[in-house]
């Protein structure tokens, strides 16, 4: 009676750097990123119908939620910027004072254990939906890389 395998290779489970590197798919609270979409005014909650469950927040609800995600252990959030002006080149998603940088000022100087990361992207911003500044139908490619740079700096 033979017993199969006769030998067994164990050289992935030899080194635990191996091991580690490997192993099956782990994911736990550290791997999160809670998304978290912000709207100008005061005391605002507003559920997204198509997203049941995610809410359209204003600053100081988020900071609420950004205190809350954090004392759960979820390691960062990710801002939506929902302006309540658009133009043609999204001049909001770069302005100082606008929506997802006041609103990373704010959350900064109330939770300290949290990553802030920022959508960097002009969609939501432009009055025409589209990512980049359009020249009738094309998009200006150099011109949408200078303005999302300004934007991920502001």
Do not use: W
Not at 84 to 98: M, R, T
């Amino acid at each position: 009676m033979a017993t199969y395998p006769t030998k067994r290779l164990r050289r992935l489970r030899y080194n635990p750097l191996v091991r580690d590197m490997v192993r099956e798919t782990i994911l736990s609270k550290n791997d999160l990123i809670y998304p978290l979409f912000v709207v100008p005014g005061k005391s605002v909650k507003n559920e997204v119908r198509s997203m049941p469950g995610v809410y359209q927040m204003s600053i100081d609800v988020v900071v609420q939620e950004c205190k809350e995600v954090a004392a759960l252990g979820i390691p960062a959030v990710i801002l939506f910027g929902i302006p309540d002006h658009k133009d043609e080149v999204g001049s909001g998603a770069y302005d100082p004072n606008g929506i997802i940088q006041q609103a990373v000022r704010a959350i900064k100087a109330e939770v300290k254990n949290l990553l802030v990361i920022t959508d960097v992207c002009l969609c939501e911003y432009t009055s025409h939906g589209h990512c980049g500044v359009l020249q009738g139908e094309n998009i200006l490619n150099d011109e949408t890389v200078s303005l999302l740079a300004k934007e991920a700096v502001s």
